[in-house]
T-cell receptor, first 116, second 113 residues
């Protein structure tokens, strides 16, 4: 069975603070793919990053960074020096090899509010 | 930059009516998906479609739902005899390959009265 857990339902930070969004996943497959999507107040789903299970290298993109640790089945997302425009719901999602049709299995999302 | 488009952006219908939600996936993509998101909840998978047939469907995707690729560009979701609980945002997505990144359209907000 697959499962994605985002334990933080809501996070509120003040602008310029760093914030980490947690994601823990469960799968029995050795091949799987992890994703983060952003859903701003306008409602669309914006792709942020894709990682496959064989690539544990952490990634940095501007103020965004991702920490993938297979040992703890976690794929955490950090925003450095947060800005008001970062306010959104962030979803972690999983595709695993046994999942025919390659459906994205989403977590419940973390709502991030960045205040000035 | 290519993007997935969806029409209409908002659909209001009466309970029991049929609705068709339309999507135009990214042109070179081969895999198509529908997801739904009830207000305030997580995004849930409905169905995936490849090579003109359904490759997987969730428990939500019962006989009330159907999908079709009527021509080379459109991908539709039909909901027959809509119920109040079908009110949700419906997202179409497409990917170039299996397990590849899925790019989402802006969604259709369906309101069933």
């Amino acid at each position: 069975a697959q499962k994605v857990t985002q334990a933080q339902t809501e996070i509120s930070v003040v602008e310029k603070e760093d914030v980490t969004l947690d994601c823990v996943y469960e799968t029995r497959d050795t091949t799987y793919y992890l994703f983060w999507y952003k859903q701003p107040p306008s409602g669309e789903l914006v792709f942020l990053i894709r990682r496959n299970s064989f690539d544990e290298q952490n990634e940095i993109s501007g103020r965004y960074s991702w920490n993938f640790q297979k040992s703890t089945s976690s794929f955490n997302f950090t925003i450095t020096a947060s800005q008001v425009v970062d306010s959104a719901v962030y979803f972690c999602a999983l595709i695993s090899n046994s999942n025919s049709g390659y459906a994205l299995n989403f977590g419940k999302g973390t709502s991030l509010l960045v205040t000035p | 930059e290519p993007e997935v488009t969806q029409t209409p952006s908002h659909q209001v219908t009466q309970m029991g009516q049929e609705v068709i939600l339309r999507c135009v996936p990214i042109s070179n993509h081969l895999y198509f998906y529908w997801y739904r998101q009830i207000l305030g909840q997580k995004v849930e998978f409905l169905v995936s479609f490849y090579n003109n047939e359904i490759s997987e469907k969730s428990e939500i995707f019962d006989d009330q739902f159907s999908v079709e690729r009527p021509d080379g560009s459109n991908f539709t979701l039909k909901i027959r005899s809509t119920k109040l609980e079908d009110s949700a945002m419906y997202f179409c997505a497409s990917s170039e390959l299996d397990a590849d990144t899925q790019y989402f359209g802006p969604g259709t907000r369906l309101t069933v009265l």
